[in-house]
């Protein structure tokens, strides 16, 4: 590929470009124009030089496999840092660096990084271009795969370039595969400037800045400066019989459901209401408060990079169906036909295949230390195309986004918290999601299964101080005439033999029609020291037994556990010392009370 001439006159973007460049070494820089022509082309190179492998063409029309360095399969939270003049703005949920040593420490590893490359240039936009909600960003990266990836991902092209022109700000991303040395990786966010550098990693999550790194880490930042909310947040709207349609926006932690939730099919007990589910996104929710008071959203990407392992026919069928075509697949097991696999997909265990790693893998080998050897990684993952999902929300692309009737917290919790309920209020409500907690997963370098507590499902995301981003929630509530009622699920409730005592999946339905109707003053609950827990009554049961021992236990609120609980939280709340707003500290005192009472 030739070297495209600069086709940007902002001279602040092109002023940045050289200088870059000048820092990385390319050989040469390309401009990418988000043509179906350049991709194909960015493809066919990428092919060629082993930096993705090519599907079944027949089978899998656009699809590809991309395998990461063995060491680089999650987000590195160790090495993802918060670079501002004070420490105390990056809060104790940040790793903190001074700007100016940050810049030097990256800039050392990033010194003639790209030499022998190709330095890419990304316009893109996070949500729709030219929308109020969203934001532009530059991507510049030596990594096709990350190229074809936010193709996929973000809104790429003339479009973003032409606004850019036109003298809009950017945020400058910055990317360099360098030696893919996990001694000589870091992830920067420079908030002050609207900037972010990755270098030494290949993964996702570290690499695709519109992602975590610009929709959350930056985005937090200046929503809390413009008065906005930048949401670990899934959006779908749940379409009842008379046509009439009600937003949701839902944080959960990796792992916990949300991307199945996004894309639920009705179960067959709820399919007589007629109600059909609207995907408006998996991952991410930028809310705003409009005119009407109310709160907006939309989601600002146009891509799913969704968990392959357990993804299948029954867990997620609209996801099934979205992967058939263009779709990024990495670290997953290729079978011999050239189609893919991983640990819980339709179908048959292939007999053999290639794993992860590039190694020949059969069912039932084990290492040396006598562990199974997966197919795929658990952290194995797909970027796919929204346009694919046949339950697509037709306002996608909507500038002004969706109303949000309700705003859903929820994790993994074998034993404390009850299926469903809902805060008294929004003060309440902030300080259910600031005392959300869950199991870690594989999404996350470290034990799986032990239990992190993740306010909002955002402590790796928040770009700033998490108590004054807890203060930026309170606040939203007081600009708000209209707030939406906020509510807890635990899909992940379990006996004492460790069984889920709740179905999950196309059931959830089940309890976000109550979500709902409860937004709509339509029925009672009853109140308890948590909150607001159904009548079980008032749950649509129909077509799911489930004995009333269990729906006793799913909706139980143990006094006992819950002051376990409040142990684990008051040392949590003290991490962030006087920054810790004392509303939340009189919600807990208030909780402790009605334990107690």
């Known amino acids: 590929m030739k070297k495209n001439k600069f086709p940007a006159t902002n001279k602040k973007l092109i002023n940045w470009v050289k200088d870059m460049a000048r820092l990385c070494g390319p050989d040469n820089i390309v401009w990418i124009d988000g043509s179906a022509k350049q991709q194909r082309v960015l493809e066919e190179e990428a092919v060629k030089n082993g930096e993705i492998i090519s599907l079944n063409q027949k089978k899998l029309p656009g699809c590809f496999l991309h395998r990461t360095a063995i060491d680089d399969v999650a987000r590195t939270e160790h090495l993802t840092f918060i670079c501002t003049k004070k420490k105390r703005d990056v809060g104790p949920n940040n790793n903190w660096m001074r700007p100016k040593l940050a810049y030097k420490k990256a800039g050392d590893i990033f010194r003639n990084a790209m030499r022998g490359r190709t330095m890419y240039v990304i316009p893109f936009s996070m949500g729709p271009v030219g929308s109020e909600f969203s934001k ?32 809009g700000d950017f945020t400058k991303c910055l990317h360099s595969k360098a030696e893919l040395d996990i001694n000589r990786r870091l992830i920067m966010h420079f908030p002050e400037d609207n900037t972010i550098w990755s270098v030494g990693s290949g993964y996702g ?12 880490r930056i985005a937090s930042f200046l929503a809390k400066k413009e008065m906005w909310l930048a949401e670990h947040m899934l959006i779908m709207g749940i379409e009842d019989p008379s046509g009439h349609v009600e937003y949701i926006a839902a944080a959960f932690p990796s792992a916990c459901g949300k991307t199945n939730l996004a894309m639920l099919l009705p179960p067959e007990g709820l399919k007589r209401k007629g109600y059909r589910i609207w995907t408006v996104g998996d991952d991410i929710a930028w809310l705003r408060v409009d005119s009407d008071g109310a709160l907006w959203a939309i989601n600002p990407e146009s891509g799913f990079f969704g968990v392959a392992p357990g993804t299948n026919s029954q867990t997620n069928p609209s996801m099934v169906k979205t992967i058939k075509k263009n779709t990024i697949f990495t670290n997953v097991l290729r079978k011999p036909d050239g189609t893919v696999w991983w640990e819980g997909a339709d ?3 292939p007999k053999e295949g ?19 050897i997966t197919g795929a990684h658990p952290n194995s993952r797909f970027t796919t195309p929204v346009e694919n999902c046949p339950t ?9 986004g969706v109303p949000i009737s309700a705003v859903v917290f929820g994790g993994r919790r074998a034993h404390l918290a009850p299926l469903v309920y809902e805060a008294f209020n929004w003060q309440h409500g902030v300080f259910v999601g600031s005392t959300m907690a869950s199991e870690r997963t594989a999404a996350q370098v470290g034990k799986i299964g032990e239990v992190r507590r993740d306010p909002m499902a955002m402590l790796p995301f928040c770009g700033y101080n998490m108590a004054d981003y807890f203060k930026h ?4 509530g007081k600009k708000m005439k209209n707030p939406p009622k906020i509510f807890h699920v635990n899909w992940f409730r379990t006996d004492e033999s460790g069984k889920f005592l709740w179905p999950g999946f196309r059931d959830n339905l089940r309890v976000i029609e109550w979500i709902i109707e409860r937004c709509n003053n339509k029925i009672g609950a009853n109140k308890t020291p948590i909150g607001f827990v159904p009548n079980i009554a008032d749950i649509d049961m129909t077509g799911l037994k489930l004995s009333k021992t269990i729906l006793e236990k799913l909706f139980a609120v143990r006094k006992e556990d819950w002051l376990e609980e409040l142990k684990s939280i008051s040392i949590f709340f003290k991490k962030f010392k006087k920054d810790m ?6 919600e807990y005192r208030d909780l402790v009370k009605r334990l107690k009472a």
């Open 136 to 167: 532009i960003g530059v991507e510049l990266t030596d990594s096709r795969y990350v190229v074809l990836n936010m193709l996929i991902m973000t809104r790429v092209g003339k479009d973003v370039l032409k606004q850019i022109n036109n003298g």
């Open 205 to 216: 999550g570290n690499v695709l800045l519109g992602k975590k790194c610009l929709s959350l």
């Open 347 to 349: 179908g048959q265990v």
């Open 354 to 372: 290639v794993d992860w790693q590039g190694r020949p893998w059969k069912p039932g080998l084990r290492d040396a230390d006598g562990k199974l």
């Open 392 to 400: 697509v929300s037709f306002r996608m692309e909507q500038h002004h």
């Open 473 to 476: 929630w309170l606040k939203m």
């Open 581 to 586: 707003p004392p509303k939340l500290w009189k």
